[in-house]
């Protein structure tokens, strides 16, 4: 692995971007994040990419824009041994929390060595704080990477491992505009996430990056879902250059933050845990959404 760019600020976060195999058809994304902490012995949150490009397309995303396969195990872990040796060379990270999100390029499912990164982790690094975190869109046709994620999460992280769940409307029509592969229905993330859960650890979370044009009903979310298995999380969508161009850039309505919307009122009627999560703008104007700073980079012609 080179790494061939780096950009951001320090306290914020570094978004870098490595040439794998020696070919630039191998480019991939990584950010080393404060994610609004302090102090890394804190909060530290590391953020992987599994694809080189992404062939999902989701609409609001800059990765989409070409696929050339997956990383390796080896490659993964580049990404975080890179990332950890930089603050702790010794690979013993004493961070309260340390987040390793699967959520930069790539849809994780759809690489198996996923999983045996996963598992590789928990022994790699001494991290008593160590939270592994999947994101994901629930594409079709991977159920042997989501019962392999049942088993490494109840062998290696049976408590701190979060699952996200990125659906970002309830109107099954727009949701597949949004996200243009075949996924699971919402019946079928539901299933999985009880199992997923099993009333130990964190909850599921559904994420829904909102835009006045794709809606978001509670009461779809209550029935479908169960409050005691998963939380929903609401975030406005990124400004990355995809999203500025279909004009989905959103900000939170009025009351939002405060949790004084119908939306969250109506979410925790039914019993969810409802986060909103704006994060810091600092990080939009550092280009620091999945695939902006690597097609920011190709733009400008390397």
């Known amino acids: 692995m080179e ?5 951001g600020m320090d306290g914020l976060a570094r978004v ?4 794998f195999r020696q070919d630039d058809r191998y480019l991939a994304e990584f950010v080393d ?9 804190k909060k530290w949150v590391a953020i992987l990419s599994s694809q080189y490009g992404c062939p999902v397309g989701c609409a609001f995303c800059d990765a989409g824009d070409h696929f ?3 990383l390796s195990k080896d490659e993964l872990l580049a990404q975080l041994d890179f990332m950890v040796e930089r603050h702790y060379p010794d690979r013993k990270v004493p961070t309260g929390k340390f987040k390793v999100q699967f959520a930069r390029m790539g849809e994780p499912a759809f690489n198996p060595e996923v999983i045996d990164a996963l598992r590789d982790m928990k022994t790699r690094y001494d991290a008593p704080g160590l939270m592994p975190c999947i994101s994901t869109v629930a594409p079709r046709n991977c159920a042997d990477f989501f019962e392999r994620l049942l088993d ?8 701190d491992f979060q699952l996200q769940f990125s659906v970002h409307t309830t109107d099954g029509a727009l949701r597949d505009r949004l996200i243009p592969c075949p996924k699971w229905s919402l019946e079928q993330i539901s299933d999985y996430g009880n199992r997923f859960h099993g009333g ?13 044009a794709f809606p978001l009903d509670p009461l779809i979310i209550g029935d479908l879902f169960d409050p005691g298995h998963f939380m929903v999380k609401l975030t406005p969508v990124n400004p990355t250059l995809n999203a500025s161009r279909r004009g989905l850039t959103s900000s939170l309505p009025p009351g939002f933050e ?5 939306i969250i009122k109506g979410l925790r009627e039914h019993g969810f845990d409802t986060v909103v999560s704006v994060g810091d703008t600092g990080e939009n104007a550092l280009g620091s959404n999945c695939g902006q700073v690597l097609a920011l980079w190709k733009k400008k012609g390397k």
């Open 3 to 7: 790494v061939i760019h780096e950009s």
């Open 16 to 19: 870098f971007v490595a040439r």
């Open 33 to 41: 994040s404060m994610s609004g902490s302090p102090s890394r012995d």
């Open 68 to 70: 050339d396969g997956n």
């Open 152 to 159: 490494v999460r109840a062998q290696c992280y049976p408590v």
């Open 200 to 212: 130990r650890g964190r909850k599921a979370v559904i994420n829904f990056a909102l835009s006045g």
């Open 258 to 262: 405060q949790g004084d919307h119908p």
